[in-house]
């Protein structure tokens, strides 16, 4: 696994990514930049985490309506009863991993 630098919203962040999935990486970190600048450039909104929790509710709300792929290999916490990922326990791990040391992987 390799680490890349990436900017969102005007913030540095370093990601672990996965060998070969530096451009499946790289379009995500684009999508969240552009949905938060959006937010931010409306103007309503000025916190950076309730910019964040918008550009979330918004790309799940996005993906939802899309037909479902499974990711490959969740682990067991994150997967709902019924076999579809629990974005619940998704946010929570993102939390979890934020507050330790900043990193998302």
């Known amino acids: 696994m390799k680490q890349m630098e990436v900017t969102i919203l005007g913030?540095?962040?370093l990601l672990g990514c996965?060998?070969?999935?530096?451009?499946?990486?790289?379009?995500?970190?684009?999508?969240v930049?552009?949905?938060?600048?959006?937010?931010?450039?409306?103007?309503?909104?000025k916190a950076r985490e309730r910019i964040a929790v918008l550009a979330a509710?918004?790309?799940?709300?996005?993906?939802?309506g899309r037909?479902?792929?499974r990711a490959p290999q969740p682990s067991s916490s994150s997967v709902a009863p019924s076999g579809e990922v629990d974005l619940n326990a998704l946010?929570?791990?993102v939390d979890e991993?934020?507050?330790a040391n900043g990193q998302l992987l």
């Open 11 to 13: 913030q540095s962040y």
């Open 91 to 93: 946010v929570r791990r």
């Open 97 to 99: 991993v934020l507050s």
């Open 57 to 64: 509710l918004n790309l799940a709300y996005a993906l939802a």
């Open 67 to 69: 037909p479902a792929v």
């Open 33 to 45: 930049d552009r949905e938060m600048s959006a937010i931010r450039d409306g103007g309503k909104v």
């Open 18 to 31: 996965p060998d070969g999935g530096e451009r499946d990486l790289l379009e995500a970190v684009a999508s």
